[in-house]
């Protein structure tokens, strides 16, 4: 237990002293406690995929996957809250889902229905694992996880909840958004995409989606949270 409590200590201190210089003392601890909290209330394993990266983009059609990168709980659950999501009534998918993270903490948030598509198998079947697993104990909760480019995915007309954490490129981002847009004039309704580290936020206002919060910390762009109406 004692090594267990050090070892924690030792972490949160060697991650704080990195996020503080970015990001300041109050939003770190913030940071780091949702990190903390959910990976041990979720059970999560996120290994580093970074090795796959090669294998991604080949696989994807404009050749610009990025390293496999685990989204913020944190940053995740304030969009949720500032684009004002009642979960219950929405569906919900992660573009870019890697080893599920994101995906496992929509579940927990009872989602009517989680889906998250990538390219890494490796991090598909982490996710299929712990999603699984979280669904079976949450009580059966509805999710999908599919082995799909997200420049040719088809976006249901039922998802109206979208996370990403730049995933790719700026060809497939683009395509990403005419997917969307797509799907929003097949079946209008209102689409929420919580971005965080939106290097391509300007794609999304060029497209017509409207920004509703925003997270610069110390010059560095955080998040950008978009709807389209």
Known sequence: MF????????DFYKRFRIS??????????NLLFFEFYYDRKLKLSTPNLQDNLSTTIKESVFKDSYRNTNGSFYMFLLGLKKAKINPSESQFIDIGCGSGKI????????????????????GLQNAIIACTELSNRLGKIEFEILHADAAIFVVANSINVIFM???FGEKTMQQVINNIKKSFEL???RICVIYENPVFEKLFYDSGFKSIYRIVWDKNLELNVFELT
């Open 103 to 122: 995906l496992a903490v929509a579940i927990n948030k009872r989602f009517r229905k989680v889906s998250g598509i990538d390219l890494d198998r490796e």
């Open 165 to 167: 954490y730049n995933p």
């Open 20 to 29: 503080s210089k970015q990001r300041g003392i109050y939003h770190s601890v």
């Open 187 to 189: 079946f209008p309704r």
């Open 3 to 10: 090594k267990k409590i050090k070892y924690f200590i030792f």
